[in-house]
């Protein structure tokens, strides 16, 4: 294993080294909150010559990534970054680079969607985007970030999966506070890295193509299907650079990682920053005999069902923690977890829990508070509100 | 190989209507620019009518991502090739229709130019919303009657005039804009060779018939491409490095035929009056006169 | 048209395999040309949307495989060597 760097860096610091690392060709980026450190190291990188790449300073986040579908069609390693309405804007070119195939990264610093207008943490912007036909990873703490995006390129741009790739850090609880990550050397990212050659086909006047085809009905349908293949596929894909990463770098990740989940009988399930606190109140409430356990979801597309099921098939109930709201259903992992169930003879009673929307801080209490909620179904058998929205101030409810 | 051997880059076989002017147009401008060229494509009538699969009638490398960004994802695609140490000599052009460039696709437009990448943009342009059946753009000339401007009793069809966008265009300050038209191909021929040329951005305007969305007989759009310009109604122009106030006119017609020739051949302006067609003679007039013929 | 295999994101790789589909048979009218008026200026071929006029030794003949029949090239011809007749079919 090569030797690595301590550094203490914010995130956006962070999944701008693990870009730097990846030696990418094209950087188109529009700045926006509170992603913007992340296009502003990469710009300091290239002014000191410290990466070779292009940077494209676009007018909004739509021509960011649809320059990033240019680049990468001509056979570019190119990634960008954003957040919120930024993701919105660009939403319509996120289903064409995947319907192209085009193995993009992007560093998202997760952020609420307007109205009313946030810049702070929640999971909506890139929820929104859920069916878009990316993968999308979820970082807990800086660390991750930084190796999610390197993962991030590794993966994308296997030749079994081209796809593209976001990967998700909580907006200023990670992007901005700074923590101790470990920096992999060059040569040891090059080797994990190769350098991208589009396998299925670039734009170049030597060989002609035609991409962005029209699908009439005879064809789309087909093109769909095969484009979904590749997603299905991804989870094996995804575990196997995953078991390679932990052999290079020495760091393991896992779709789902559980935590204290061997005898529990009742499994929080989080996603992103709110994790680390998650796991304090899980250590406390086992401290007090509670059989709680903790499941991490980093990879949210493809969704890990074969994992979750694995680890929470047995359990009694399963709450899931949802930092984003689908108006009209509840969280949309609540609606993965659900769908991850259906037909099996056993499944956890489950229960949903919205949380830490705008920014709002989420608390030990908070996740003790899911617990005995989640406690009382089991016990009751009846979950009277699958849906609950924790840490409201009663106070200011009209 | 000899000069009559050379290979069409845009292939028969594509599904433009019959007499559709864009298919003289395409025709023209690829096999000018040649085949060391990559091009991005707007959503329009030509990405529909060229792209279907499994079919291509594309011999150069091409690619359509949406509507409004041929421009960025040109940009795109020039920045990498620059960056992977290609020589530069490959052309990068960016279609679009007139709904790509004039109206969705202008914000887009404006930032490739701003940058300075070296990417040539053409505009094909019909004067309405065609692939989507004929609606109003920022492009639709005074009096013309489309399905979201049309004529009746309380409307004369499109109310506003055409939106000048060589000229905005040009005002960027890049290297070359020019207007053209199907009519004369020889100057769209030189236009396009000076636009390729052109160390950074370029801009073409292509007027280009339709006869579907204009209702004129297949046979008539050539002849109407040379109506427009011979009655002024769209001028002939070539600017350097932005300075559209000493644009040079690349084509002045000896004796300026009456407008009223060019409208009468479509129907789109059938419902003009005496009155209206004076009044947009007069325009016409007047914009001529500050074009110097 | 029989049915092709699909590729990964219909990336097509045959360039002007537009050519299959054969619009000729859009066509209604269709151009004839008198080789003995044809003063091979080529505005017909330079004009034509559809690529289908191609030059000869002394004149031009059409590729009726995607002649559409527009009429452009009969309108344009500067000495009436092209007319459009009845297509028969
Ligand atoms: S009729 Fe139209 S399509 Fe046919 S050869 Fe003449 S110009 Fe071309
Ligand atoms: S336009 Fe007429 S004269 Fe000229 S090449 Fe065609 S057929 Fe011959």
Redesign the interface.
């Known amino acids: 294993m090569g030797e690595q760097k301590g550094l203490t860096i914010q995130g956006n610091m962070a999944t701008a080294l693990g870009a730097k690392l990846s030696r990418p060709d094209v950087i188109p980026a529009y700045p926006i909150t509170p992603s913007t450190l992340f296009p502003e190291k990469i710009s300091e990188y290239i002014a000191d010559g410290e990466l070779d790449a292009s940077m494209i300073r676009v007018e909004s986040e739509h021509s960011a990534m649809s320059a990033c579908i240019g680049a990468s069609a001509v056979g570019a390693r190119t990634c960008t970054a954003s957040a919120s309405q930024g993701i919105a804007l660009m939403h319509e070119m996120l289903f064409i680079a995947a319907g192209m195939r085009l193995p993009i990264v992007m560093a998202v610093g997760n952020r609420a969607m307007s109205a009313p207008i946030n810049i702070w943490a929640d999971h909506q912007d890139t929820m929104a985007s859920r069916d878009s036909g990316w993968m999308q990873f979820y970082a807990e703490k800086n660390q991750e970030g930084l190796d999610l995006m390197i993962l991030a390129f590794r993966i994308a741009e296997d030749e079994r999966v081209l796809l593209p790739a976001m990967v998700g850090i909580d907006g200023f609880v990670l992007t901005h506070t700074v923590e101790g990550v470990q920096a992999p050397a060059q040569e040891d990212v090059d080797e994990f890295l190769p350098p991208y050659d589009p396998p299925h086909g670039k734009l170049d006047p030597e060989e002609p193509m035609t991409f962005g085809s029209l699908g009439t009905p005879e064809y789309y349908q087909e093109l769909k299907y095969d484009q979904t293949k590749a997603m299905d596929n991804t989870p094996e894909i995804i575990d196997e650079i995953f078991d390679e990463f932990e052999e290079k770098f020495g760091r393991n990740y896992n779709r789902i990682t559980p935590y204290r989940c061997e005898d529990a009988d009742i499994i929080l399930l989080t996603m992103g920053s709110m994790t680390g606190t998650a796991r304090a109140a899980v250590d406390e409430m086992r401290e007090e005999g509670e059989k709680v356990g903790l499941a991490k979801l980093t990879v949210f597309r493809p969704f890990p069902s074969d994992l979750l099921k694995e680890i929470a098939g047995d359990v009694h109930g399963l709450a899931v923690v949802d930092r984003n709201i689908s108006p009209g259903f509840g969280g949309a992992v609540f609606a993965e977890c659900a769908g991850a169930f259906i037909n099996e003879k056993k499944s956890p009673l489950m229960k949903n829990f919205i949380v830490g929307l705008g920014g709002r801080e989420i608390f030990k209490k908070n996740f003790r508070e899911m617990y005995e909620k989640t406690k009382k179904a089991v016990e009751t058998g009846k979950v009277e509100k699958p849906v609950e929205w924790i840490n409201m101030d009663e106070d200011v409810m009209r | 190989m000899s000069e009559d051997e050379k290979k069409e880059l845009l292939a028969s076989g594509h599904r433009m209507c019959a007499g559709c002017g864009e298919g003289t147009a395409m025709r023209t401008i690829l096999n000018e620019a040649g085949p060391n060229s990559i091009a991005t494509v707007a959503t329009g009538c030509l990405e529909v009518t060229t792209t279907a699969f499994p079919q291509t009638a594309w011999e150069i490398p091409l690619i359509h991502a949406a509507f409004e960004n041929a421009a960025s994802v040109a940009a795109g695609i020039e920045s990498a090739l620059k960056q992977m140490d290609k020589k530069g000599e490959t052309n990068i052009l960016s279609f679009a229709g007139d709904g790509g460039t004039f109206d969705i696709g202008f914000q887009a437009l404006s930032g490739m130019f701003e940058r300075k990448h070296n990417v040539t943009h053409i505009c094909l342009d019909n004067e309405a919303y065609m692939n989507t059946g004929i609606q109003r753009c920022s492009s639709t000339p005074y009096g013309a009657s489309t399905t979201t401007s049309p004529k009746g009793k309380y409307s004369i069809g499109e109310d506003r005039p055409k939106k000048p966008i060589a000229r905005i265009a040009s005002a960027h300050d890049i290297p070359y804009a020019a207007t053209a038209c199907i009519g004369y191909i020889n100057d769209l021929k030189k236009k396009v060779n000076k636009a390729l040329e052109a160390d950074g951005p370029a801009f073409l305007h292509v007027f280009a018939p339709c006869p579907t969305g204009w209702r004129h007989g297949s046979s008539d759009t050539i002849e109407l491409a040379k109506l427009a310009v011979e009655t002024g109604v769209f001028v002939l122009w070539e600017a350097e490095d932005g300075n559209i106030c000493d644009l040079n006119v690349t084509y002045k017609p000896k004796e300026r035929k009456p407008v009223e020739e060019y409208l009468k051949k479509q129907r789109r302006f059938a419902h003009l009056t005496e009155e209206h067609i004076e009044k947009i003679q007069k325009e016409v007039d007047e914009k001529c006169e500050e074009y110097g013929f | 048209m029989s ?2 295999k ?18 000729g048979g ?2 209604t009218m269709k151009p004839e040309v008198d080789v003995e008026k044809c003063i091979r200026c080529l505005q017909c071929f ?7 006029i191609k ?1 000869t030794e002394d004149a031009i003949e059409f ?1 009726l ?2 002649c ?5 090239c ?3 011809c500067p000495v009436e060597a092209i007319v ?1 007749k009845v297509e028969e079919k």
């Open positions: 049915k092709v699909i590729t990964i994101a219909g990336i097509n790789k045959k360039p002007g395999s537009s050519k299959e589909y054969k619009t859009w066509r330079d004009y034509c949307p559809d690529g289908a030059k590729d495989d995607y559409k029949g527009c009429g452009i009969e309108r344009e459009m």
